[in-house]
Each structure stands twice: as C-alpha cells, then as structure tokens.
C-alpha cells in the first residue's frame, strides 16, 4: 500500500467505532447452501427427442436393424451370443432423466469403444404403464443414435422384455485393427 492508498483508507475509515463487547457478536452461518447451477455440456449437445410418442403395445418386442446389417448380427444379438459389457439400469426413472442416462451412457460407451450392452428398462402389465412409456422412448431413442446398429429383447435372464440389448458401431480404432489383422492373413 503506498501512502496516498494509506491516507484514503484512514479517511474512510475514521468515524468507525471498534466493537466494545466482542462475546456478544454472533457470526450467522452462510444461508445459501445450495451448490451453483452448472451446465453439463455434455446434456447442451442432448439431440434425443420428447415430443409426441407412440406408445408400442406389450405384446410388441423391441426391434431394430440399420440397413446394411448382416442379419446373422441381429439374430445372434437376440440369442445373446455376444457379451455385455456394461449395463443401465433406468428402472422407475422420470423419462427425462432416462433421456439424459440413456445420452451419456451411449456417449461413454462409444468413447471407450464398447460393442454390446444392456439397457433394462422395466415392464408394465398396461400399455400405458410408466415402464412401457419408457420403453417406446427408448425404442425411438436408440433409432436416433447413428452409433447404434441394432437393439433386441434381451433374455429372460438378462430381464427379458423388460430390457434390451443394444449393438453398438465398431469404433475407427476398432475397424483399423481387424482390418489390420484380416490383411495379414491375405497376403
């Protein structure tokens, strides 16, 4: 502090009394607890839709195929051939919280080159039931993602139809490697 800073601040301060009896000064603790609102910027670039839906009956299993799909995937999708490597669970989740689960769990799972799995979603007895809506904006969802390349029931030891099993798009890593390996055995 330089001196002219000095003299301004003692001008400023010269008619503040000190504190006579400073036991009697009780600090009240800082009131606003809650935590400042922060934007997952992940959720900004959320492309998954709400708007009017479809509801599709029970007795209707999930199912989808990108075109250019060898069937023979889907088929051994549906039988469980392939391994699951990780799972969501949206079970009794409100569906917009659902969306955003189901958003940045495609999102990790592309990002670590996973290939299979499971999204359990739950079953209703109606088809109005807050489980089969969740289940027709997952159906419409996954169609959403150009990473996902085909979804099924699942097993009944997996949830059945109550969950689905979801294909995911070989990463460019991924393809670079068998492609890699598949050239070797040609030459």
Known sequence: MNLDDKSLFLDAMEDVQPLKRCNDVHWQPNRNTRKPHTLDT???????????????PLDTPLEFKREGLQTGVLDKLRQGKYSQQASLNLLRQPVEQCRQQLFAFIHQACAKGLRNVLIVH???????????????????????????????????????NGACYV?????????????????????
């Open 42 to 56: 992940l959720q900004l670039d959320n492309f998954l839709t709400t708007g009017f839906l479809d509801v599709i």
């Open 122 to 160: 739950g079953k209703g007895r109606e088809d109005n039931a807050h489980a089969n809506i969740v289940r027709s904006y997952l159906a419409r969802w996954l169609t959403e993602f150009d990473d996902v390349q085909a979804f099924c029931c699942a097993l009944p030891h997996h949830g059945g």
């Open 167 to 187: 294909a995911l798009r070989k990463s460019d890593e991924a393809r670079r490697e068998n492609w890699e390996r598949h050239a070797k055995r040609s030459r």
